[in-house]
C-alpha cells in the first residue's frame, strides 16, 4: 500500500530551527509538496520538490532524496506565527496525492 | 489572479437531511477541481475530483455524490447526511494535475 509517515507533534522555541522530517512509500512518484495548515484553516502551499536536492524559500527550505523515499521541511528564525500543522504529500504515479496525517508544531517563546 | 469561493463556512445538519456546499473558482478557465474531507488527525481524504463539465471521478464509496454543471462549480452532495458525514470539507483547484493545489477556505459540516 501506500503510505507517508511524518511525526505527529513537534515543539520548538520561537528563533530556532526546526525541521520535519516526511518519508514515504507510493506507487511511482510525481513530486512531493509541503502545505502549511493553521488551526480550522484550509492547507496552503509551501514547497515541491520533484529532484533531489534542496529548495530555499526564505525562511523555508525543503530537501528530497528519491532513493531514500525521504523529504524534510526545515524552517529558520521560527516566529509564533508558524505554529501550524505541516502536511506532506506525495504525487503517484497516476497523479493522485497521498497525504501524511500532518505534524502539529508548537511553537514556544 | 485566481480566487476560490466555497460556502457555507460552517453547517449544523440533522441525520438523514441532505446537504448542498458548493464551490467556484475565478480568474481561471478549465480547472482540474477537487472535494476532499479532513478528520481530525488524519490526512486529506480525496472524495471527488473532476477535469472538465460533467466529468466526476469518485475516489471511495459513500453516500455523497458530486456535480460540475458549469466550467468553474463544484458541487458536493448527498440525499440523506450520516453521523459518519461530520468533517472539514474543503475544495481546490489545480491548473495541471501536478501542480500545486488550491483550497478553499473550508466547511466544518456537523451532522447531529
Known amino acids: 500500500g501506500q503510505n507517508i509517515d511524518q511525526p505527529t507533534e513537534m515543539t520548538a522555541t520561537e528563533g530556532a530551527i526546526v525541521q520535519i522530517n516526511c518519508t514515504y512509500q507510493?506507487?511511482?512518484?510525481?513530486?512531493l509538496f509541503w502545505y502549511q495548515q493553521h488551526a480550522g484553516e484550509a492547507p496552503t502551499f509551501l514547497s515541491y520538490n520533484v529532484l533531489d536536492g534542496l529548495e530555499e524559500k526564505g525562511r523555508f527550505s525543503s530537501f528530497l532524496s528519491r532513493s531514500k523515499g525521504y523529504s524534510y521541511l526545515l524552517l529558520k528564525e521560527l516566529q509564533m506565527k508558524d505554529s501550524a500543522s505541516y502536511l506532506c504529500?506525495?504525487?503517484?504515479?497516476?497523479?493522485?496525492?497521498?497525504w501524511g496525517a500532518g505534524t502539529k508544531l508548537i511553537i514556544k517563546p | 489572479s485566481q480566487t476560490i469561493h466555497q460556502w457555507p463556512a460552517t453547517l449544523v445538519q440533522p441525520v438523514g437531511s441532505p446537504l448542498s456546499l458548493e464551490c467556484t473558482v475565478e480568474?481561471?478557465?478549465?480547472?482540474?477541481l477537487y472535494w476532499y474531507r479532513q478528520a481530525a488527525g488524519r490526512g486529506l481524504q480525496l472524495l471527488f475530483y473532476s477535469v472538465g463539465i460533467g466529468q466526476i471521478s469518485s475516489e471511495v464509496p459513500q453516500n455523497l455524490s458530486a456535480s460540475r454543471p458549469q466550467d468553474r462549480q463544484f458541487i458536493l452532495s448527498s440525499k440523506k447526511l450520516l453521523l459518519s458525514d461530520s468533517g472539514f470539507y474543503l475544495c481546490?483547484?489545480?491548473?495541471?494535475?501536478?501542480?500545486?493545489?488550491?483550497f478553499g477556505n473550508g466547511t466544518r459540516l456537523t451532522v447531529t
Open positions: 507510493t506507487s511511482g512518484f510525481n513530486g
Open positions: 480568474g481561471t478557465s478549465n480547472p482540474n
Open positions: 481546490a483547484w489545480n491548473r495541471e494535475l501536478h501542480s500545486p493545489l488550491h
Open positions: 504529500a506525495v504525487m503517484d504515479s497516476n497523479y493522485q496525492l497521498i
